[in-house]
């Protein structure tokens, strides 16, 4: 029987004895659309504090997933059990522009918060000083800044980013990659990065997954040292790994990853 038990928790869900705390549980999800199953019986736990990345071609199912577990789209069969304290960032920031950029990274928070409470998100991505801009003045770096900006301000224990960094360009790109590791590692949460960027997945996450076929089809451990960089020992098996999950060729690391040779990524949550 179909069942609908999308169930918001305030804490972390619970987890079996002997295994990491969890900041999510998925079981059995489906979602269907025009009777086609994109999610199909899916099972996932992700542990608290854990920087996982989504991997999968085009139209798999990812950001469906994201939604999903964001409280965007309740018509699933199955257990999603989830954080209260959650919030996501798209691709496109989404600022409204009518709003100047501290109004916008309140906006949707209970009550009347001060002014104040954006400006210290703002502070942590670097954006103290647009605090009082509108959002059109806003550089694509800066906006997406400002997008994050309003998801930490939620003080989330589940961070989803849906190819958050995809419409920047590689430098900006870079330096938001630097950010999200940063603010993961003083934050703590439980990131779950929806992306189509391989080297992207392992300079920044734990665990990788690969989505196919509606259900995840491949789970690994990253296991790198941090700093990471392209050129770390290990990246490149890896990354030939997922190329092969995903069906993609590897063209090795002068092909258009190389050009990130050079990024170090620091993340070190403290143990
Ligand atoms: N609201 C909707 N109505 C109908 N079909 C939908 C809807 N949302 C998603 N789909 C379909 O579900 C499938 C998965 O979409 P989804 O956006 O989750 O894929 P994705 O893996 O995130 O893709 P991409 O990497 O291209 O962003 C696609 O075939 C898409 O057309």
Redesign the pocket.
């Known amino acids: 029987m179909a069942t609908d038990l999308h169930r918001p928790v305030t804490t972390p869900a619970p987890s079996p004895a002997g295994e990491p705390e969890a900041a999510v549980r998925v079981e059995g999800l489906t979602r269907s659309?025009?009777g086609r199953a994109?999610i199909d019986g899916l099972d996932l736990t992700l542990a608290a504090g854990e920087f996982t990345a989504l991997l999968?071609?085009?139209?798999?199912?990812?950001?469906?997933?994201l939604r999903v577990l964001a409280g965007l789209d309740r018509e699933i069969a199955g257990t999603v059990l989830v954080p209260r304290r959650r919030s996501v960032a798209f691709q496109a920031p989404r600022l409204m522009p009518w709003k100047r950029v501290w109004r916008n990274v309140l906006l949707g928070l209970p009550g009347k918060p001060e002014r104040a409470l954006a400006e210290k998100a703002l502070a942590e991505v670097g954006l103290t000083d647009r605090a009082g801009a509108w959002p059109k003045t806003l550089s694509g770096g800066e906006a997406q800044r400002a997008s994050l900006a309003r998801a930490l301000v939620r003080e989330p224990d589940l961070l989803l980013l849906d190819?958050p960094f995809g419409a920047l360009d590689a430098l900006t790109r870079i330096k938001a990659q630097q950010l999200v590791a940063e603010l993961w590692q003083r934050r703590g949460c439980a990131v779950l990065l929806?992306t189509?960027d391989v080297d992207e997945s392992l300079l920044l996450a734990d665990r990788v997954l690969v989505?196919r076929d509606g259900g995840i089809a491949y789970d690994t451990a990253v296991g790198l040292d941090r700093p990471r960089g392209v050129g770390a020992p290990g990246f490149a098996e890896l990354r030939s790994r997922l190329l092969s999950e995903l069906g993609v060729e590897d063209g090795g690391s002068d092909g258009g990853a190389g050009r990130r040779q050079e990024v170090a990524v620091a993340a070190q949550p403290d143990a």
Do not use: A
């Open positions: 659309f025009d994109v999968g071609r085009s139209g798999c199912g990812k950001s469906t997933l190819e929806v189509h989505m």
